[in-house]
C-alpha cells in the first residue's frame, strides 16, 4: 500500500531511479563509505571482478561498504574497488515522513470520517490503517508532492490533473485539493485554482 504511494510520489516529483558508481584505492582498511545517499547496491567489483554477495556487506544507515576478512585477505594495496548502485533523491524514510505528514493534513481537513495512520505499533511501517480506497491514495500522493515540490504548478496522475497559479500558498492549495476530493472527481478531472479562488 504504502510502497504503490511511494511510486505515485516519485513519478508525480519527478524522482527517477537513478544509477552510479563510486571507486575506492585499497590500502589497508576493508571498509568504503558511499557519498551517495538513499542507494541500493548492485555489484561490488574488485579490479573489475564482481565480489559474490557472500563476500561483502552493506550498512544502509552508514552507507558503508565492507568487504568480509576472508575476501579482504585476498586484497593487495593498489586494488581498486568499485560499487555500482541505483538510488532515488527522497529515501523510502524520507517519503514515509511526508507521508505522515499528509494523513495529518487529511486529518484536519476532515476529509472523510476515518483516522489515517502509519500503522507502527505493529513494526509495519508500510501500513496505512484503516486502509484507504486508491482514491485516497492519490490524494495523499498530491499532498505529499505539494509539500516536497511547493514551487510546481501543475501535478498529474493518470486520473487526474491538478493545476495551481504559482502565487498560491502550499497550504491553501492542500486545503482547496482535500475540499475537491470531498466533494468527488469525474473520471477524468482537471483541477483548476487560480490566484482569485481562494
Do not use: C, H
Not at 513494526?123 to 496505512?128: L, N, S
Amino acid at each position: 500500500m504504502v510502497a504503490s504511494i511511494r511510486t505515485k510520489i516519485r513519478a508525480l516529483v519527478e524522482d527517477e531511479l537513478k544509477s552510479g558508481f563510486e571507486t575506492f584505492l585499497y590500502t589497508t582498511a576493508n571498509t568504503f563509505t558511499v557519498a551517495q545517499e538513499n542507494i541500493t547496491v548492485v555489484t561490488v567489483l574488485k579490479n573489475g571482478i564482481e565480489f559474490s554477495e557472500a563476500e561483502y556487506s552493506f550498512d544502509e544507515v552508514t552507507n558503508k561498504i565492507t568487504i568480509t576478512p576472508e575476501s579482504a585477505n585476498a586484497l593487495i594495496s593498489g586494488d581498486i574497488i568499485e560499487v555500482d548502485f541505483t538510488y532515488y533523491q527522497y529515501s523510502n524514510t524520507e517519503l514515509n515522513n511526508y507521508i505522515r505528514a499528509a494523513l495529518v493534513w487529511i486529518s484536519v481537513y476532515a476529509y472523510d470520517d476515518k483516522d489515517y495512520e502509519l500503522d507502527e505499533e505493529s513494526g509495519q511501517e508500510d501500513v496505512i490503517d484503516p486502509t484507504p480506497d486508491n482514491r485516497t491514495t492519490d490524494l495523499i500522493a498530491l499532498i505529499v508532492s505539494i509539500i516536497i515540490k511547493p514551487d510546481y504548478t501543475q501535478y498529474r496522475l493518470p486520473n487526474v490533473t491538478v493545476v495551481y497559479n504559482g502565487k498560491i500558498p502550499k497550504e491553501i492549495r492542500i486545503e482547496k485539493l482535500i475540499s475537491k476530493f470531498q466533494t468527488g472527481l469525474g473520471v477524468n478531472e482537471i483541477i483548476q485554482f487560480d490566484v482569485y479562488s481562494y
